[in-house]
């Protein structure tokens, strides 16, 4: 049983496309997150939700938008994507907020060609 | 500017050695040091320090945090070939977890 899994594990699109990546935990976490890692393998947060609330909305483009329909979903959406969007894209849930134990995903290796 | 500085960026030892990983941090907002190893995929949690300095240890692998440097190593001893990975250090800071770089370490057998 998969704790995080994210679909799909990989996306080669063309610039422009819109694509989606979803995330589901069936840990009964409150706390879900995005997480981007480069080539350069450097994690950054990119969003976090508690109890489908935005809570953590870092400083990325409008074209990304997260959407929590309940607690145990996180998905995102990405439209008009460029070249600089590859990277490896990482769910990752906590028991709660602040708590510092996270559950990643596997991971999902975007390609934008 | 990076808040979380690991060195060093990568590393190659041979099965058996001790290696020493080490990352500073910053003290605005800190709550805690954590570290996280990552194999082909996901990380995965190892160690939550906190200012008390108290070492945490599982098994061939141990942490410490000296609040003084602003600074915790990670230690793992006979290392294994199993051991490569890349070993992150993040910060919590207020809600969130800030991630450096990461140590590429390599076991060679």
């Known amino acids: 049983d998969t704790a995080v899994s994210q679909t799909p594990k990989y996306l080669v699109t063309q610039m422009g496309n819109d694509k989606s990546i979803k995330c589901e935990q069936n840990?009964?976490?409150?706390?879900m997150y995005w997480y981007k890692q480069d080539s350069k393998k450097f994690l950054k947060i990119m969003f976090s939700?508690?109890?489908?609330?935005?809570?953590i909305n870092e400083t990325v483009p409008n074209r990304f938008s997260p959407k929590s329909p309940d607690k145990a979903h996180l998905n995102l959406h990405i439209n008009s994507l460029e070249l600089g969007d590859s990277a490896v894209y990482f769910c990752?849930?906590?028991?709660?907020?602040?708590?510092?134990?996270?559950?990643f995903g596997s991971g999902t290796q975007l390609s934008v060609l | 500017e990076d808040k979380v500085v690991q060195s060093p960026l990568s590393l190659v030892v041979h099965e058996g050695d001790t290696v020493t990983l080490n990352c500073s941090y910053e003290?605005?907002?800190?709550?805690?040091l954590l570290w996280y190893k990552q194999e082909k995929k996901a990380p995965t949690f190892l160690f939550m320090l906190?200012?008390?300095?108290i070492e945490k240890k599982s098994g061939r692998l141990s942490s410490i945090l000296d609040k003084k440097e602003l600074s915790s190593i990670l230690n793992i001893t006979a290392t294994q070939t199993g051991d490569s990975a890349i070993y992150l250090c993040a910060e919590e800071v207020g809600d969130k977890i800030i991630f450096g770089k990461g140590t590429r370490l390599h076991i060679l057998p």
């Open positions: 840990l009964g976490h409150d706390t």
């Open positions: 990752a849930s906590s028991l709660f907020k602040g708590y510092v134990k996270l559950f």
């Open positions: 003290v605005t907002n800190f709550r805690s």
């Open positions: 906190t200012s008390s300095g």
């Open positions: 939700y508690n109890n489908k609330e935005l809570i």
